[in-house]
């Protein structure tokens, strides 16, 4: 069973620029979550999608979004891209949402690995 | 705040010898913890997984412990290889253990040598 892929796998942008991170789920799994991964700050959480729907958003600013397809594939992007933003961008995706009586097994992806110049 | 706090922030060891990461969190309430391994420039691969009446659970040479009252947990690694460097992350989840509820340790960098 294939697992998380995630496309592509390194980018290099300028600033104002804008970028397209792509996620496929492991098949079967209809949620998917995404993270920023910087080497001081740990992951922080962006967005949870389930059945194209946006669930939960972390703490970014508007220029970070995403969305969820009907095949659950998503997509995540970055416009007026700032220096800051240089990151490694991990997708995760789970069979299910998380209900308050069950925890929810999360399989993330290898990564994108952004640098903003 | 929530917060998941790692020591050490990094370490080395020799081949074969064993070693204890810790975890402290201030997460309430609190539904699981989590440990994961992260290979240099690969996504987070779980290790365990522990609900709140847990105490230990181990998946090979990982073993992980929850003290849920003191709120620490550790992960030992017995006869450490060499395949056991990478980063490992303490996560701990909400009451609800959706995306948006886990909180994240910054983890303990391993690196083990010949």
């Known amino acids: 069973k294939a697992g998380v892929t995630q496309t592509p796998r390194y980018l290099i942008k300028t600033r104002g620029q804008q970028v397209t991170l792509s996620c496929s789920p492991i098949?079967?799994?209809?949620?998917v979550s995404w993270y920023q991964q910087t080497p001081g700050q740990g992951l922080q959480f962006l967005f949870e999608?389930?059945?194209?729907?946006?669930?939960n958003k972390g703490n970014f600013p508007g220029r970070f979004s995403g969305r969820q397809f009907s095949n659950s594939r998503s997509e995540m992007n970055v416009s007026t891209l700032e220096l800051g933003d240089s990151a490694l961008y991990l997708c995760?995706?789970?069979?299910?949402?998380?209900?308050?009586?069950?925890?929810?097994?999360?399989?993330f992806g290898p990564g994108t690995r952004l640098t903003v110049l | 705040k929530n917060q998941v706090e790692q020591s050490p922030q990094s370490l080395i060891i020799l081949e074969g010898k064993n070693c204890t990461l810790q975890?402290?969190?201030?997460?309430?309430?609190?539904?699981?913890l989590r440990w994961y391994k992260q290979d240099t420039g690969r996504g987070p691969v779980s290790l365990t997984i522990?609900?709140?009446?847990?105490n230990t659970k181990s998946n090979g040479r990982y073993t992980a412990t929850l003290d849920a009252d003191t709120k620490q947990s550790s992960l030992h690694i017995t006869a450490s290889q060499l395949s056991d460097s990478a980063s490992y992350i303490c996560?701990?989840?909400?009451?609800?253990?959706?995306?948006?509820?886990?909180?994240f340790g910054t983890g303990t960098r391993l690196q083990v040598t010949l």
């Open positions: 995760a995706s789970s069979r299910r949402a998380a209900t308050r009586q069950s925890y929810n097994e999360q399989f």
């Open positions: 098949s079967g799994h209809r949620s």
């Open positions: 999608y389930f059945s194209e729907t946006q669930r």
């Open positions: 975890c402290n969190y201030t997460v309430s309430p609190f539904s699981n």
């Open positions: 522990m609900t709140f009446s847990e």
């Open positions: 996560v701990v989840s909400g009451d609800t253990g959706t995306a948006s509820k886990l909180t």
